[in-house]
């Protein structure tokens, strides 16, 4: 689940993979954003606080009345590079290009480099709105809703509301005393939506075998790091539980590719024809998919 410049959406694997004798694998995958072409600039980190890599040197220029502090790193590269990392804007040149030099294409750059730092700073601050906190009161994505946590070691954990049809501030009740750590809340969260992605899952599967007649060996969820889903030619399926965050549009697009490879165990014109068969507009759930941030997702661990 974010618009960044020149950024890479999540992508189809290129090819299938062997999952044992005589049994391809296909499967959905997701990234992490990575860095944006040609290398990004962030604000700089406080220098007492950051360890340098060897060699690295801070350096800082005004342009256009601000000041842009960076870390300068030399490399036998032939070019002066930008990009973001934890310390902030790195700034990576050939080792006989003089400080001058260096300087100087900041400040060349400086209005692109200050557009980017904005760009990453609100891209920061969404992301620290969206993160989840583990705690009484605090909220995180189910269905595509923001739902609210609630501790109450006398209620049953449950959805206050219709689990299948959630609206945004429902309030997720959680077995727990009001005292309950963080790693208490987060694994009672974590063992509720994944009994709901079964739930769910499961359901929108018969849903889909009942109306095409299509038929799978078995499915289970999956915990995958970088998969949505996959489909192995025995009709095994895999699905990540973490769709249960999304909106039912999109678990059923997902649900819909991995069945798709029933038929097509690739991703030629004819596989995206058959998922158009399964799910006709599948396109924006598919591009929503893409476009998604994996960071934004709750962090369990």
Request: with cysteine; proline share 6%.
């Amino acid at each position: 689940m974010p618009a960044r410049a020149a950024r890479r959406p999540a992508r189809d694997p290129a090819a299938a993979a062997a999952a044992g004798a005589g049994s391809a694998q296909l499967e959905l995958t997701f990234e992490a954003p990575p860095p944006e072409a040609h290398g990004l600039a962030a604000p700089a980190a406080d220098p007492r606080t950051v360890e340098l890599p060897p060699g690295a040197r801070w350096r800082e220029v005004v342009a256009d009345g601000q000041r842009i502090r960076f870390v300068l790193q030399r490399s036998r590269r032939r070019t002066i590079g930008f990009m973001i990392a934890d310390d902030g804007l790195r700034v990576t040149a050939p080792r006989w290009v003089v400080l001058a030099d260096i300087d100087d294409a900041v400040r060349e750059k400086s209005r692109w480099i200050l557009s980017k730092l904005r760009d990453w700073q609100a891209r920061k601050e969404r992301l620290a709105l969206n993160r989840t906190r583990w705690e009484n009161g605090g909220e995180l994505p189910y269905l595509g809703r923001r739902v609210t946590l609630r501790l109450d070691a006398q209620r049953a954990t449950g959805l206050a509301g219709d689990p299948a049809a959630p609206a945004d501030g429902d309030v997720l009740w959680l077995a727990l005393p009001a005292d309950a750590g963080v790693a208490r809340i987060r694994d009672t969260v974590q063992a509720w939506l994944q009994g709901q992605a079964r739930q769910v899952f499961g359901a929108r599967l018969e849903l889909f075998l009942a109306r095409t007649g299509l038929r799978i060996n078995r499915w289970r969820l999956s915990s995958a790091a970088t998969r949505w889903g996959s489909c192995t030619s025995e009709g095994n399926i895999l699905l990540n539980w973490r769709l249960i965050h999304f909106p039912l549009d999109v678990i059923d697009y997902v649900v819909a590719h991995e069945l798709a490879h029933l038929r097509e165990m690739n991703h030629s014109a004819d596989f995206w024809a058959e998922v158009g068969q399964l799910l006709p507009g599948f396109e924006s759930a598919r591009d929503a998919l893409r476009r998604h941030d994996p960071a934004s997702l709750p962090q369990f661990r």
